[in-house]
């Protein structure tokens, strides 16, 4: 693991800052927004206008964070807009690099091999850890942002003057049910798990075992009622929890310790799960090899030989009884 001190790398630090034995996750630092005419957004400087071939973002297929980005890529067709750059799955010593691995990508933009090295550039005096997703400037040769909530928003409306796709996953009816579904699934379920398998004091673990299973069982019974998180279509509620359910089974179940019961044993959640898997270029952004080999390869004080687990087998593409991206 690592992370820069003004600017300068420390590798040996540990992964994460505990207290009480609890995982503490540190803010994002780069907060400014692209928006379509380069106005400044609700946080960060203005100068960031929504341009083709401007933006890049570099991504981990493990990351569920950056995952959530792909995925907003693909829905909304920026493909051709935004490049992408993707890290080896192992995060060692010096943190995320491009060294080669099957699935990964050269940093085409920069020529870096160090992610870290995108962020003294952009910042030579940056004191913080260097995480997936970051949202790179190629013009300004900047940061814009490496809050993953916040770069979906991006995607989600700055880029409608250049795509047909204008399907809007934050709709405005909706917004006030949606930061409530998010907050709950961030806090137990997205970061939840993080705070299970990070947890230092088997009281801290158990706390959020808790949580994280009476919040899962709080989806399951939502979705016997209604077919997505906020009501009748698809919003950016339901992708990001996809991110941490697809990851379920294979990693937080037993690399994380969340194991009261599986995805599998949930049928609306199992289901939802597929449903959402087999809306059309979402699949293409799931990488179970880089998700195993990332969490159980770099975990070392969770898992010391870096075996990686064969199972389990899955099959997210096996019809359901839902309808893939029925609405929206
Ligand atoms: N709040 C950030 C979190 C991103 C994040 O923590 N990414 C992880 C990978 S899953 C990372 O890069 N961690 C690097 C580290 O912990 O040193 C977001 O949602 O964008």
Not at 92 to 116: A, I
Request: aromatic share 14%; charged share 25%; net charge negative.
């Amino acid at each position: 693991m690592s992370l820069l001190i003004k600017g300068q790398l420390r590798s040996n630090w540990l992964a994460a800052e505990t207290e009480d034995g609890e995982f503490i996750r540190q803010d994002s630092q780069f907060r400014h927004w692209i928006t379509p005419d380069g106005a400044p957004g609700p946080s960060g400087e203005g100068g960031f206008a929504a341009e083709p071939d401007r933006y890049h973002l570099y991504v981990c297929l493990a990351c569920p964070w950056a995952h959530r980005t792909l995925i907003f890529r693909a829905l909304k067709g920026l493909g051709d807009l935004i490049s992408v750059s993707v890290v080896n799955p192992y995060m060692l010593d010096e943190g995320w690099n491009f060294h080669p691995y099957p699935g990964s990508t050269p940093d085409q933009v920069n020529g870096f091999e160090f992610l870290h090295q995108a962020y003294t550039l952009a910042d030579p005096e940056y004191t913080g850890i260097i995480t997936v997703p970051t949202l790179w400037d190629k013009k300004r040769r900047t940061i814009v942002n490496n809050e993953s909530a916040e770069i979906i928003r991006m995607f989600n409306s700055a880029f409608d003057a250049f795509i047909d796709r204008r399907s809007d996953y934050y709709p405005k009816d909706l917004r006030g049910e949606i930061d409530l579904v998010n907050e709950r699934i961030y806090e137990n379920l997205n970061n939840g798990v993080y705070r299970c398998g990070f947890a230092t004091e088997q009281t801290a673990y158990e706390r959020n075992y808790e949580k994280l299973f009476d919040t899962l069982d709080w989806v399951e019974e939502r979705l016997s009622r209604q077919p997505y998180l906020a009501g009748d279509q698809i919003t950016e509620a339901d992708w990001r929890l996809f991110t941490t359910l697809v990851r379920f089974d294979a990693v937080y179940y037993s690399h994380f310790k969340c194991n009261r019961r599986r995805l599998i044993d949930y049928p609306h959640l199992w289901e939802y799960t597929r449903e959402l898997y087999q809306v059309p270029g979402v699949a293409q952004t799931v990488n179970m090899d880089h998700i195993k080999t990332h969490y159980y390869g770099s975990h070392k004080h969770l898992n010391p030989s870096g075996i990686i687990p064969r199972g389990p087998d899955l099959d997210f593409s096996s019809p359901t009884t839902r309808n893939p991206g029925r609405r929206n």
